[in-house]
Each structure stands twice: as structure tokens, then as C-alpha cells.
């Protein structure tokens, strides 16, 4: 039998980590007459397999619970494949958000500048979360929006703003806010209903980028330099426009790089 000390060098674990795991029920600990805890060579080989779970990416309780259940079953080989499973959305996950990244880089390096350029845009699906700035369509909408923001790697935070406010008296458009997604990946959409999914057609566009504060967004002075673009050549607007935000002011004070796709003809 061993002391905590003799415990702790012998499976590397601290002595804090080795009450954290007692107390979540992995070690079933002994104490002497003096109170001093003691452990026996098969809580190190229980303690090492418990190690072994969590670098499979199970939690502390999963691997408990797998520890003290029947060994030699059908159940754990279907643990280990359900996680595997899990493992891979992950990683896919993981891909997603460090193209997030090295785009969000490859904005503040460029500075903000206006750029433009002609491509071919995925078309998007997209939750409504507002008609303009009329929020009650969130409510109708609340399950498919939390389940559009579970997968914000994939999905962003956008804006869409109807052709027709450009032509509408005012200084300002009044943009729709929705949680969108690249048509290609409809396919993870298990469980949303689509009757709350629109659809953004895109194909040929003009991207746009610019820096603006959020109150110079809506002003259609600030789009000036799209549409003087798309006459100098010879492009029309042909549908409606998405924005998407970088969030690169993270208090919303200052100004923001914005990328905008227009489906032109």
C-alpha cells in the first residue's frame, strides 16, 4: 500500500488531482488508523486507464462511469466509436474556425482598405432574426436560430439588405439580420426546420470590402463606392445584398472591416 506522496510520483499525478479524482468517485481510497490515505497497485493501473479515457476525449464522468461498468462488451466498443464519430465533427469544426481566423488576420493586415472583386458566391441559408429592425420574428424563429449558432463555426452573423432599399427615400437602408450559412453545407442541418430556412441566391457578384463605424453602415452615402463600381462596369444589382460583419471591434465602438457580396447581371 502506498501514501498519497508515493502515489502521486508513481503515476505522476499531483496530489490536488488526486483528490479531485477521488472525490469524483475513480479512487476508492483507504485510510490507516493515523487518517492518512493509502492506495494499492490496482488504483495506479485504474487510475492510468482512467488517463487513457480522457485522452480518448471522454469527461471525467463518462470515464468513471465506463471504468465501472461490464468490461469486455459490445458497449465499449460502441463508446469509442461514438466518439471517434464526435472527434471528426470536431476537427472539422476546428478547420472552420482557424479559416475564421486566418481571414479575420488577412482583414486587419489589409487594413480596411475598399477592394473589390468579381466571384462566384455560394448561394446562403440563412435564419431570420429580424424584418429590419423588427426583432419578433425571433421568437417564431428560436429553435432554428439556436441551432444555426451551434454551429457558428460554420455559420456567421450577417445582414441582408432588400435591392429595393437602395431605391427607397431615405439616407439609410434598414437591413434584416439573420444567422447564415453556405449552401454547401445544408447537409449539417439535421433537425432545423426548414420551413424557417430562407435561401439567398448569389452566384455572380462584386465583393466588397470596407472599414465603417456601425452607424456609417446603414447609411447608403457609405455605399457610393459599390455603385460607382458597379456603372463603371457595367454591372447592375440584381438581387439582395449580404453583409457580413468581422466583429474586429469587439465593443462595437470605432469602425469595422465588413465584407458585401451584390449579385450582379
Known sequence: MYRIKEFAAMTGLPPSKIRFYEKHGLLATRREENGYRVFSPEDAFRANAFRVLLQYGFTVEQAVAMLDAEQGTEEFKRSLEDQQAKLRREADLLRYRLAKIDSALALIDGGGRAAFTLVDAPDQLYVSASVGRDFGVSVENEREIALFYDLLSITSCARIIAKRDFDAPGETVDPSYVIAMPES?????????????????????????????RAESVR??????????????????????????SFLNLDGSGSDIETLFAPVR
Open 185 to 213: 453545407e445544408e447537409h449539417r442541418l439535421e433537425g432545423v426546420d426548414r420551413a424557417h430556412v430562407g435561401r439567398l441566391c448569389l452566384g455572380k457578384c462584386v465583393r466588397f470590402r470596407r472599414r465603417v463605424t
Open 220 to 245: 447608403k452615402e457609405t455605399f457610393a463606392d459599390l455603385f460607382a463600381y458597379l456603372d463603371d462596369h457595367g454591372y447592375a444589382l440584381r438581387g439582395d445584398v449580404i453583409l457580413f460583419p
